[in-house]
């Protein structure tokens, strides 16, 4: 299969080889510096360099311990998890409709729905403070949430459509014949075919939420400061090794959507070639 | 007659039914609309609805209007020519009198000091010495010693052109131009004109993240795309990785390796490369080193795409009818992954365009892009106005290339249906 094992011209041989050795390259370039900065959260002593006077779980201790921290933490899973609730149901329910509707005004509609991924942070995030700071909403967490939810709802579209895009239509004609109500057929038929799609979509959307930034960094007060913000502070301030304790507990979790989501898309893979 | 009824019947029957089967699709049309619509709405508040609102800052000019009514009527006639005769001085005098009374001076000031340096004072001045409302047909001369400047033609004329209710002064502003005393575009003085620069500054750093991602990720993304599938999985994670974990996290790395006491710089003092640490942070090179890292995957990812849907049959038809590896690589790989290249670039260029985190936290003061600047014109300085301007320029360019990157990926889906 490989085009490797054809190569017959040395020429070949050299381009092949060329582009293992820079892809090389450009994979340590990817990993190195996330892996780099794991261990200096285990250093017993303070400075962020090799060699590591010593190990300690000291960093993690002072992480725990600290109420900005913790709370940040907290607050994080508070607007991550409400957001994408939220952007699961207002999406789904979207991406059921597009699914359905023809109209010449169809791509336009969906380039709105997903306009939110491509306008720069910092825009929506001016217009969600100017918006939203004489109603109450900015300093708060429901403003965070609808403005997390506003970014992650693409996100669910999308992947939702396209498990949508591959449904059977006539699987759901075929319980309505069966005497299914919509709601029954929905619930029994639909939506066990569609969960892996909805699963994605929620991850997705958890991820938008849990890495976002830009919006916290206008909208939020004291009192919301999610886990990002506070390590854009503290990096601002000067970067303890707290952060980078910070850092390797906010990258287990992407290590976590991710593995779950690779998962997902094997046993859905698994299940097509089987169908 | 049996058979004529017959007819009859079926073509009613024909008429009903298809009159039922077009009333049920309209339903499910509503329907399916109905299920679009909280979304619709949704976004209508939480997103289009504050980026309209931001748009209309970036014209709005309602500041010296609401603190100086009478002035600015009385301004309304004044054919600009020579400084206003004395309704326009007794009105003036009476808004401060009033304004004073209302704590308003400061809103106003606030305004026109953007359009001429020194208004502020010139406004607040004058309202702290007009005691008391002067003598009917005395008002030009009193101002006129209180501050000289009211005997100018040019401060009256940036109250008339702040005189709302639109204005095109923050537009004009973002991209270095302003109204003279006449009312003709020029541009503005040297030591305003900022935001071409950082205009330019914003597309070159683009521009060169995305060579810079165009370079590393078409290795890469060939390799993935011709390794078998079973290890080409196993690679991608060495680009899912990093696009799944936090940007802070990752810049927050590149800062504890590139530091002047970090990781690269102590490794290669170490090796005796160097003596002195080299500055590869808070620069230039750290904030391309930083967003190159960042927006890779988006390269990658949409090259590996389309170079897995390259069948392998041209390549060795194109050996078969004789072409060198070279050729055949030139002439026929190549150009069916320009799509993906195109689709790739774009993505890249669009999102480094708006960036804001990395080089507000790796850069120095001349790599700011120009996020950085609408976000400390929000929060900082609160000159709304501007921040919105800066704001509908870049969100402009955003929509125009967002246009081309749509087209391009459609275009691509259509032809992709074809092939198959």
């Given amino acids: 299969m490989s085009d490797a094992s054809s190569l017959r011209t040395p020429s070949q041989r050299i381009a092949w080889t060329a582009t293992i050795v820079i892809s090389t390259l450009v994979f340590i370039f990817l990993i190195a510096p996330i892996l780099a900065i794991m261990p200096l959260s285990f250093s017993s002593g303070s400075y962020l360099t090799y060699p590591l006077p010593g ?96 970014l992650a709802t693409p996100f669910v579209v999308i992947t939702v459509g396209a498990t949508l895009q591959s449904f059977d239509t006539n699987l759901a004609r075929a319980a309505a014949s069966l005497g299914a109500s919509p709601l029954l057929a929905f619930r029994r038929v639909i939506l066990p075919l569609i969960l892996p799609g909805l699963a994605s979509g929620a991850l997705f959307a958890f991820a938008t939420s849990f890495d976002e930034v830009v919006i916290v960094l206008f909208m939020a007060g004291p009192e919301q400061r999610t886990l990002p913000r506070e390590m854009f502070s503290g990096i601002r301030e000067n970067i303890s090794p707290t952060i980078t304790a910070a850092a390797v507990i906010l990258t287990t979790v992407s290590v976590i959507l991710l593995a779950t989501l690779e998962g997902l898309r094997r046993r859905n893979e698994r299940l097509k070639g089987g169908g | 007659m049996t ?69 600015v009527a009385a301004l309304a006639g004044w054919d600009g020519k020579d400084v206003p005769d004395e309704k326009a ?11 004073r009374a209302a ?138 990785l990093p696009f799944w ?16 006491k970090g990781v690269v710089n102590d490794s290669l003092h170490w090796l005796g490369i160097i003596d002195e640490p080299l500055r590869l942070i808070y620069n230039r090179f750290g904030v391309c080193v930083a967003m190159t890292h960042v927006l890779l995957p988006f390269m990658i990812l949409p090259l590996y795409s389309s170079m897995k849907a390259i069948s392998p049959a041209y390549m060795r038809a194109a050996a078969s009818l004789g072409a060198s590896p070279i050729t055949a690589f030139l002439r026929i790989y190549m150009p069916q992954t320009l ?50 301007a800066l704001g509908a320029v870049l969100l402009l360019a955003t929509v125009l290339l967002a246009l081309v990157y749509g087209k391009l990926v459609q275009g691509q889906q259509v032809t992709g249906g074809m092939k198959n």
């Fill in chain 2, 103 to 240: 704590g308003t001076i400061a809103i106003a000031a606030k305004r026109l000091n953007y359009a001429q340096n020194g208004f502020r004072t010139i406004l607040t001045s004058t309202a702290r010495n007009l005691k008391a409302m002067p003598e009917p047909g005395t008002a030009r001369e009193t101002l006129g010693k209180i501050n000289p400047a009211w005997r100018d033609r040019a401060t009256w004329t940036t109250i008339r052109d702040a005189s709302g209710p639109v204005t095109s002064f923050y537009l004009l502003g973002a991209l270095d131009l302003v109204r003279n005393a006449d009312g003709a575009i020029v541009a503005a003085p040297p030591d305003q004109a900022i935001y071409r620069d950082v205009f330019g500054r914003t597309f070159l750093i683009s521009l060169g993240v995305t060579v810079l991602c165009l370079v590393l990720g078409f290795p890469v993304a060939y390799l993935l795309a011709t390794l078998p599938p079973g290890r080409s999985n196993l690679l991608m994670i060495f680009v899912l």
């Fill in chain 1, 55 to 150: 190990l300690s779980l000291r960093w993690y201790d002072d992480f725990i311990s600290s109420p900005r921290w913790m709370n940040s933490l907290k607050n994080s899973m508070i607007i991550g998890v409400a957001s994408t609730l939220l952007s699961m149901v207002l999406g789904t329910l979207a991406a059921l409709g597009l699914a359905q509707w023809k109209s010449r005004f169809k791509p336009l509609v969906l380039a709105f729905v997903l306009s939110p991924v491509v306008v720069p942070g910092v825009i929506t995030a001016v217009g969600l403070y100017f918006f939203f700071a004489p109603i109450g909403l900015t300093g708060s967490y429901l403003g965070l949430i609808l403005a997390h939810t506003a």
């Fill in chain 2, 3 to 71: 058979a004529a009824s017959l007819t009859g019947a079926d073509v009613k029957t024909n008429v009903s039914l298809k009159r039922r089967l077009k009333r049920a699709e309209r339903a499910r049309q509503i329907k399916a609309l109905a299920l679009v619509l909280p979304l619709l709405l949704f976004l209508l508040f939480t997103f289009a609805g504050p980026i309209a609102g931001m748009l209309w800052h970036a014209v709005d000019d309602h500041e010296v209007r609401q603190v100086l009514p009478q002035t």
């Fill in chain 2, 339 to 388: 799509p993906g290249i195109g689709a790739g670039s774009l993505l890249v260029f669009i999102l480094a365009l708006g960036y804001y985190i990395t080089p507000a936290l790796v850069g120095g003061a001349a790599d700011q892009m120009i996020s950085y600047f609408i976000a400390l014109y929000t929060t900082e300085t609160a000159n709304w106005g501007l921040a919105s």
């Fill in chain 2, 89 to 99: 001085y007794a009105a003036l005098a009476s808004d401060i009198q009033a304004a």
């Fill in chain 2, 245 to 260: 974990t936090s940007l802070l996290v990752r810049t927050c790395a590149w800062i504890v390796l590139l530091q002047s």
